[in-house]
């Protein structure tokens, strides 16, 4: 049986379709939709790259690679429905007049064009005049773009340039993944749709808010890139300040795109900036050493294959961010991000203020604070940690810590849990614009980490180090104990 909740046919081309992206992430995740019967019979898959393949042969690599990052067993039935959509065309993307081949292929009278560009992005600019060059596209053409766009606020304008001189921002689709995880999501049914927390998310009942984006691996082979990025730029601009103006933005007008993209800004808009002033007590910089990693012996980041040993570039960052408005006056958000760290782990933990008077010292001499556990990854998830009391007859009352948990997985037993990459590939073809960036949040977005970027490099102070299979340095540590608070491990 069709889902009810499909959409007008696609002619989805992936430009890039035999790189890495593609095959680990979007024909995994197609398969997938396909498999919940989320895509339109009519719709196609059309495999764009250098090579050159036949159809048969890019059907082949598909099934390879579902065999190899697909983590469930392939439907015979369901497969031979998603290879029937497949195709190849050999382009090479930088060649303006190869593009004309796509008027051959796109059915434009009965499907719409969407176009995604998984390549890096010096490739935009070619792919966009050749499309522009071909005349395939129309007003109801999409494309989508995947980060990193730009490696700062310049960059950022050039690329955002490009892309604008051959498709409006109505037809452009940002990515940032960490936006399809359902727990991100939950975010607006949690804050908007429950008064629990409607009525309790600001700076009268909460102390502060801890973002924790930890990963276990190491650069696993892309020294290069990362080398030029540093974990500043590829994860903190990104993922965390997204799902920091998710936590911290007012209730929207309405759930439409347009709404939500401007509550985002303001928060933006909103952020004390980190200048040469304040940048030491508001940031750390960190690099892994050499450590261990579940009892395994890992290099340090300048051990690594094709390293530069006199790099300083951070593996790890923390910072204290600042909201300058009425509801997150006085309340800190703490943010760390790295690499090589004790376990990976995405959550986001919100501290609400203790108690000012203490009934039960016979179990705390302070009361603990209730916190909202809201887990990202490697489990989704919610929970609440409150105090109950322990049960017996005891003379005294006592308490104890207990969490109430709200994991997905027991909850919604019956409800399948897509992946971000399902959902933001299903609105794409969907042509719905909310989960995805507008050009003004990145550029806000861009301005600020700039100004963290441009003081570090005044300072010109190394990383500091931390042995791989830790939480980052001391100096993190630090970091919030100066405030009096601890991070959540």
């Known amino acids: 049986m069709k889902n009810e909740k499909t959409f007008k046919p696609c002619d989805l081309v992936i430009y890039g379709a035999l790189g890495d992206l593609s095959k680990r992430k979007l024909l995994i995740s197609l398969y997938s939709l396909e498999n919940a019967n989320f895509i339109e019979t009519d719709t196609r898959i059309i495999g764009v790259d250098r090579h050159d393949l036949k159809d048969s042969e890019f059907v082949e690599l598909a099934y390879k690679s579902l065999q190899e990052f697909l ?14 959509r497949l195709s190849y065309l050999k382009i090479d993307l930088t060649q303006m007049d190869q593009y004309r081949q796509l008027n051959a292929v796109i059915d434009q009278k009965h499907r719409i064009m969407v176009n995604y560009f998984a390549v890096a992005p010096f490739l935009f600019k070619s792919i966009c005049q050749g499309l522009a060059k071909s005349g395939v596209l129309t007003e109801n053409s999409r494309m989508v773009m995947e980060k990193p766009i730009g490696h700062d606020l310049k960059s950022s304008k050039e690329i955002n340039d490009v892309v604008a001189s051959v498709f409006n921002e109505k037809q452009v689709y940002r990515i940032d993944h960490y936006l399809g995880k359902e727990t991100v999501l939950n975010l607006l049914a949690l804050r908007f749709a429950n008064s629990i927390f409607t009525t309790n998310w600001n700076h009268n009942t909460i102390d502060h808010i801890q973002i924790t984006a930890a990963e276990e691996v190491g650069i696993e082979g892309r020294f290069d890139y990362f080398d030029k990025t540093g974990q500043l730029r590829d994860m903190l601009q990104n993922h965390l300040l997204q799902i920091l103006t998710f936590i911290a933005m007012e209730p929207p007008v309405n759930l439409e795109a347009d ?11 909103a952020l004390r900036p980190i200048t040469l002033a304040n940048v030491e007590e508001k940031t ?8 261990y990693i579940k009892g395994s012996a890992v290099p340090g980041y300048l051990e690594e294959d094709g390293a530069n040993t006199d790099s ?5 960052v923390a910072l204290r961010v600042d909201i300058d408005n009425w509801r997150w006056a006085g309340v800190p958000f703490y943010l760390r991000t790295g690499k090589r760290l004790t376990a990976k782990r995405t959550e986001i933990v919100v501290y609400f203020k203790q108690l000012p008077h203490n ?3 016979d179990s705390f001499r302070e009361l603990p604070p209730n916190k909202l556990i809201i887990h990202l990854q490697p489990n989704e998830g919610v929970e609440i940690e409150m105090l109950n009391k322990i049960p017996g007859i005891d003379e005294h009352i006592k308490l ?3 969490k109430l948990d709200l994991s997905f997985s027991d909850t919604f037993k019956k409800s399948r849990i897509f992946g971000g990459y399902e959902k933001l590939v299903l609105e794409a073809m969907r042509g719905n614009p909310t989960l995805f960036l507008s050009r003004e949040e990145i550029e806000q977005a861009w301005t600020w980490i700039d100004s963290i970027q441009n003081a570090w490099h005044y300072y010109q102070d190394a990383p500091k180090p931390y042995p791989a299979g830790t939480w980052g340095p001391v100096a993190s540590v630090a970091l919030l104990a100066r405030d009096g608070r601890a991070w959540e491990e």
């Open 71 to 84: 983590n469930d067993d392939i439907d015979d039935a369901v497969w031979a429905r998603f290879s029937a």
């Open 259 to 269: 709404s939500i993209h401007n509550e985002k800004i303001k928060v933006l808009k």
């Open 284 to 291: 750390v910089r960190g690099q892994y050493s050499a450590g």
């Open 312 to 316: 300083a570039t951070e593996s790890f």
């Open 359 to 361: 009934i039960f010292k």
């Open 400 to 402: 104890k810590k207990t």
